[in-house]
Nanobody, 121 residues
């Protein structure tokens, strides 16, 4: 399985973006979104179980971001609303070798290349 993240870009504060994570070859595992800002460690953002009944969010994005999945298209989405400058980061999607959710980076074994999100003030 290979992951391809897309949808990043430049947006003003208060704006919205939708990120996509397409899994070539399909996936029946939990998928998470993570981000890494310049000079900071990679951090958990959101995760969704297979087939999608459970989700879990970092407190910093809860209520603003929504993770979802289209299992027919083998794609996981991250809808980001009310974006803030502190959301600026490279966003990565990753697959965990389990169907249940987790916020632990070390439990995700397959990672895609990131997509850059820049939020201007």
């Amino acid at each position: 399985v290979q992951l391809q993240a897309s949808g990043g870009g430049l947006v003003q504060a208060g704006g919205s973006l939708r990120l996509s994570c397409a899994a070539s070859g399909g996936s029946t595992f939990a998928t998470g979104w993570f981000r890494q800002a310049p000079g900071k460690e990679r951090e958990f953002v959101a995760t969704i179980s297979w087939p999608g009944r459970r989700t879990y969010y970092a407190s910093s994005v809860k209520g603003r971001f929504t993770i979802s999945r289209d299992n027919v298209k083998s794609t996981v989405y991250l809808q980001m609303n009310n974006l803030k400058p502190e959301d600026t980061a490279v966003y990565y999607c990753a697959i965990r070798g389990s169907q249940s959710v987790s916020d632990e980076l070390s439990e995700y074994s397959i990672w895609g290349r990131g997509t850059l999100v820049t939020v201007s003030s």
